[in-house]
């Protein structure tokens, strides 16, 4: 993983910098919630490529994928691509979806040729101001599976992610936060050292709920806080009714992916944030 990312890195950029190594529990707790949709690759006894794949209900997402430098373009990618389509099918999903970055042609190209299409573009915001914000009290940060599944299956029918919030739940980084007909998803240490928190998630039962999204997201801050982060980040989706207010409340852009669908996904709503990068 780190080496995949490091030369990629190196490629896009001219820096010679060491990737940060995803935790073990990341990878354990995938193998436990869901260990047929983690695929590896080997030849001679070496793992040269890994991917990942979570199905949600009728809608499954692929990522992380990763092939070790030296075994790139000679079919690996392919091979585990299908795989885990083949995984996603077997457990009914009907649509697909990955995020890539936005300004790698390789990647598109790729994605493009296996019947992947541009869905929308997906922005990195951080808010890096947090120090002297009232830190208040953690919350129970326990998530309601039921109320997760509900929430979401008014963005979609039969989109369900409350298996990713019990994966960071059990990893002990994952925090879920209530709201009147909405919830959050605080990853409060996603990359050991960095002083960063990670919202992940706001699902909401539609437009009628904008004000208890915005007031997770600050529930979201005070948290990270309170966890000892200096910074928030997050990804959101260009569509998304949150992003104004999200820009309006201090996050600047960092970058952009964009997400590639397979299959329809139509949504009833955009009053939410949700992400498929791996």
């Not at 809608?59 to 790139?72: A, D, L, N, R």
């Not at 990893?171 to 928190?197: C, H, N, Q, V, Y």
């Not at 919202?199 to 007031?215: C, N, Q, S, W």
Request: hydrophobic fraction near 35%.
């Amino acid at each position: 993983m780190a080496d995949t990312w490091s030369n990629l890195l190196k490629r896009q950029t001219g820096l010679d910098l060491a990737y940060p190594v995803r935790q073990a529990t990341w990878y354990t707790s995938r193998l436990r919630q869901e260990p047929l949709g983690c695929i590896c690759v080997e030849e001679g006894g070496k793992l040269i490529a890994t991917g990942f794949a979570l199905s949600c209900g009728s809608v499954g997402w692929i990522g992380p994928m990763e092939v070790s430098p030296t075994y790139q373009g000679k079919g690996y990618g392919s091979q585990l691509l299908l795989s885990l389509e083949a995984y996603l099918s077997s457990r009914g999903c009907k649509a697909v979806g990955l995020e890539t970055m936005k300004d790698v042609s390789r990647n598109l190209d790729f994605y493009t040729r296996a019947g992947y299409a541009p869905e929308q573009d997906m922005l990195f915001l951080e808010k890096d101001w947090l120090e002297g914000q009232d830190a208040g009290l953690p919350s129970e940060g326990k998530a309601d599976l039921a109320e997760i599944k509900r929430l979401a299956a008014t963005i979609n029918p039969g989109f369900d992610p409350s298996s990713e919030f019990s994966i960071y739940q059990e990893m002990g980084i994952g925090r879920t936060l209530r709201g009147e007909g909405a919830a959050a998803l605080l990853l409060t240490d996603p990359i050991p050292g960095s002083g960063k928190a990670y919202l992940r998630t706001v699902l909401t039962e539609g437009y009628h709920r904008l004000d208890e999204a915005i007031a997770l997201v600050q529930e979201a801050e005070r948290e990270a806080l309170w966890s000892g982060a200096r910074a928030i980040f997050t990804i959101v989706p260009a569509q998304s009714e949150l992003l104004t207010y999200l820009i309006r409340g201090g996050y600047k852009p960092k970058g952009a992916d964009v997400r590639m669908m397979k299959g329809k996904f139509a949504r009833g709503h955009e009053c939410s944030i949700f992400s498929w990068s791996g």
